[in-house]
């Protein structure tokens, strides 16, 4: 192919060739379902084309938000990357990042995530590997049964109850970091049909408000290897949590094995017999930052967080990233200021999402080479800009 790509956002006309290469790269299904005949508000297609027109490239910018402390912070989160077999090798993957990252702070994104399939083209693109989403299988005989508590209901849900159970999720996701806050243009397309989101929605309330809820796919057969899959089980009480890992006990006699993706830490979670979780699936996510002064300001910080740091960092795809800085924390709330002196700690963009995102501490980002600085000074001090815990994702896109 010529040695030249030229980027540009798909239009309509589009779509059809970015279809076809998507369902060659990544084995689809020949059936086109809706969302990939337009491109609805909320999403940008992107697309790489040779000299002679054709479509060698597609890449897909998600407007999310993402919760951090509180916080929602505009993300460019990436889908659907594909390179034609012909044209791989040949920096096309590379040409479309540079233009989503430049479309996605023209838009005000601050932070980008996304799943590789292999991680090494967008580790040299400067996103860095932050978390794992895991999915893991639970013998149903084995998850702990307890008296109903009189203080709760539960009740199967309909369509009329989404609304209370997206409140739910937001009151259980946004004091974390790096979760969706599943609302926006996009979510709204994705969810108008207002169906219900699998097969069963199971609800748990306390004085008819919603404190619990599992959505989940019944699967087929009810013999040794039936599957009961749910998609999401969360709680905002113990007791709500206790509730729902029993009605989830009560399928042992048709399906042996419960199959979920667990959120460390929450109250559902630190029910399950997770010493004999047996790992199903695992999907690597990465993260960077698009705007760096953004992805400070916007995000929420801990209150005790307090503190000032110089470095210097280092962005070859983001030009605006680079250059010399002063984290400033203190009283909930950072910033980033540019600055004239030197510095002597020296950041890789991918140590700054590592850090960010609460992946590593500052010592072990120096022993992977993406945080240098001269033997007398403790690297250390840049720990505060991972101050808030690891980042965890729900949603995979």
């Known amino acids: 192919m010529p040695a030249t790509v030229h980027v540009r956002e798909l239009t309509a006309d589009d779509l059809d060739a970015a279809w076809e290469l998507g369902r060659f790269a990544f084995g689809s299904d020949p059936q086109r379902p809706a969302p990939a005949t337009v491109t609805p508000a909320g999403m940008t297609r992107y697309g790489a084309f040779d000299d002679s027109g054709r479509l ?29 077999p012909e044209a791989r090798g040949r920096g096309v993957a590379r040409a479309m990042l540079v233009a989503l990252l430049d479309g996605a702070r ?86 108008a049909d207002r169906g219900l989101p699998g097969d069963g929605l199971t609800l748990v309330e306390a004085d008819g408000d919603l404190v619990g809820y599992a959505t989940w796919q019944r699967g087929r057969g009810y013999g ?45 979670s630190v029910q399950l017999p997770m010493e004999s979780a047996r790992e199903h699936e695992r999907d690597l996510w990465m993260h960077r930052p698009v705007d760096v002064v953004r992805a400070v300001a916007a995000r929420g910080w801990p209150a005790h967080a307090r503190g000032v740091v110089d470095f210097t960092l280092t962005d070859a795809l983001a030009e605006w990233n680079t250059g010399t800085w002063r984290l400033t924390v203190a009283d909930g709330a950072a910033e980033l200021t540019r600055i004239d002196s030197a510095a002597d700690l020296r950041l890789d963009v991918r140590g700054f999402a590592l850090l960010y995102a609460g992946a590593a501490r500052a010592r072990s980002v120096a022993q992977a080479g993406l945080l240098h600085h001269s033997p007398a000074v403790d690297p250390a001090a840049l720990d505060l800009l991972g101050a808030g815990g690891p980042a965890q994702l729900l949603d995979y896109f």
Do not use: I
């Not at 999310?64 to 989160?77: E, I, K, L």
């Not at 083209?121 to 013998?139: H, M, N, Q, S």
């Open 56 to 84: 060698v490239g597609k890449a897909v910018d998600l407007h999310h938000d993402q919760w951090w402390s509180g916080r929602a912070v505009s993300a460019a989160d990436v889908a659907g990357v594909a390179v034609a």
């Open 106 to 191: 023209e838009r005000g994104a601050a932070v980008s995530a996304l799943y590789p399939t292999v991680a090494a083209p967008y580790r040299a693109c400067g996103w860095e590997t932050a978390g794992v989403l895991r999915t893991v299988d639970l013998a149903t005989a084995g998850l702990p049964r307890h008296r109903p508590c009189p203080d709760l209901s539960v009740r199967a849900g309909t369509p009329a109850d989404l609304p209370a159970v997206a409140d739910l999720y937001e009151r259980v996701a946004r004091h974390r970091n790096g979760m969706l806050t599943r609302r926006g243009e996009l979510f709204d397309f994705l969810a």
């Open 224 to 268: 040794a290897d039936s599957v009961l899959t749910v998609d999401e089980a969360l709680a905002a009480t113990a007791e709500a949590a206790r509730e729902l890992v029993g009605v989830l006990a009560s399928w042992a006699s048709v399906a042996p094995t419960v199959r979920l993706c667990p959120l460390d830490g929450d109250a559902v």
